[in-house]
């Protein structure tokens, strides 16, 4: 009984550890888009993500090396850490409407939406928003080096080369997300999203267990023995969809701090603007409205097709849920935009009429 325990709670240290981290390890300190509501002052944010990072990963090398915990205890616990993961989310969806007042008159609404903007952890220290996506992406990290661990260790003398490259295709996703950490303070989640049961446990649980679906279905599965061309092309359809992914938010990220920046040298910005605001419409967002969404799916696509097994259906259910996840989306930053910007976004929608996938949706 003692093991499933351990595993149930292990979410739960991990998390415990990366706030700690996050709180007193020396940060940048960063201006963000969202303004604090008392003040209207954009907030500045401590961004040291990087840094855990590559403390809490080194820490799980070094205990799996000394024998503290063996390199596949994660994945020899993934049920339980999945159902403490799952319970956390939970209790702190639960915890976060405390002594907050009412957004709507649904309490089931407010739960799953949150009512809190912008709140922090650790005494103001932490973002609890910022927080969330580096506890999740590190624990995310771990379960995926513990579960290629394991396939590694089942297949000593022939591992899958499709494991390795979702390896690194995914912990290169998830350091780049690390090192452009300031760049997130300026995308939807940041500024738009409240502190609900979405954004709390999708980030407790759903992206540390969910997003790697992919090796739970093949990492006991022995090498597909997939052809050369067929990695080669699976990793040119990840980083295509990188650079969709990434070019986009950077040209906006730069277009926002300074709208006359000239983006890597070639884009020069083009907007429409109606004398008070700007709306950027040249570079990746003169390709579609939301281009960046067609690069995270394409990331995800390309992820599913390394692993080697494209006949599997669950690998599939995680470019699938973007899918879903991104149209969704990108509907409701529409009607945000829309209210913001009123004929300003009509121009945009003529000028730029595609939603994410240029020339066709």
Same mark, same amino acid.
């Given at each position: 009984m003692t093991e499933p325990l351990l595993g149930f709670f292990a979410p739960w240290v991990i998390f415990g550890l990366i706030l700690g981290l996050q709180a007193f390890v020396p940060a940048r300190r960063v201006e963000g888009y969202a303004r604090d509501e008392a003040s209207n002052?954009?907030?500045?944010? =401590? *961004?040291? +993500? @990087?840094?855990?990072? @590559?403390?809490?990963?080194a820490a799980w090398f070094a205990a799996g090396y000394t024998g503290v915990m063996p390199y596949e205890w994660l994945w020899e616990h993934r049920w339980s850490g999945l159902a403490g993961a799952f319970a956390l989310g939970l209790i702190a969806s639960g915890i976060a409407m405390v002594g907050v007042p009412a957004r709507s008159a649904s309490r089931l609404k407010d739960y799953f939406l949150g009512r809190r903007e912008n709140p922090s952890l650790a005494g103001g220290r932490v973002d609890a928003k910022m927080y969330l996506y580096v506890a999740g992406a590190i624990l995310l990290e771990l379960n995926l080096l513990s579960f290629a661990a394991h396939h590694v260790l089942s297949y000593p003398t022939d591992p899958s080369p499709g494991v390795i490259l979702y390896i690194c295709l995914f912990s290169w996703f998830v350091c780049e997300y690390l090192v452009y950490e300031h760049v997130h303070l300026y995308t939807y989640d940041l500024f738009a999203e409240r502190l609900g049961f979405k954004l709390i446990w999708g980030c407790l649980m759903f992206y540390p267990y969910c997003y790697g679906m992919g090796l739970w279905a093949v990492a006991d599965l022995a090498n597909p023995h997939s052809p050369a061309w067929y990695l080669v092309l699976s990793a040119v359809i990840f980083f295509s969809g990188w650079i969709f992914a990434r070019g986009a938010n950077m040209q906006k990220y730069y277009?926002? &701090?300074?709208?006359?920046?000239?983006?890597? !040298? *070639?884009?020069?910005?083009?907007?429409?603007?109606? +004398? #008070? =605001?700007q709306v950027l419409c040249s570079g990746f967002w003169g390709l579609s409205r939301h281009v960046n969404y067609l690069g995270e799916v394409l990331m995800a696509t390309g992820l599913t097709l390394a692993l080697g097994w494209p006949w599997l259906i669950v690998p599939w259910l995680y470019p699938l849920y973007y899918v879903v996840l @991104? /149209? /969704? &989306? #990108?509907?409701?930053?529409? &009607? =945000?935009?829309e209210e913001k910007? !009123?004929? @300003?976004?009509? &121009?945009? =929608? #003529?000028?730029?009429p595609r939603r994410i996938v240029p020339y066709i949706y």
């Open positions: 002052k954009p907030i500045v944010y =401590r *961004l040291n +993500g @990087l840094s855990v990072f @590559l403390i809490v990963v277009f926002k &701090r300074n709208p006359s920046h000239v983006f890597l !040298g *070639l884009f020069k910005p083009q907007s429409i603007s109606d +004398g #008070e =605001r @991104l /149209t /969704t &989306r #990108e509907r409701d930053d529409d &009607r =945000r935009c910007y !009123g004929e @300003l976004w009509h &121009r945009y =929608r #003529e000028k730029v």
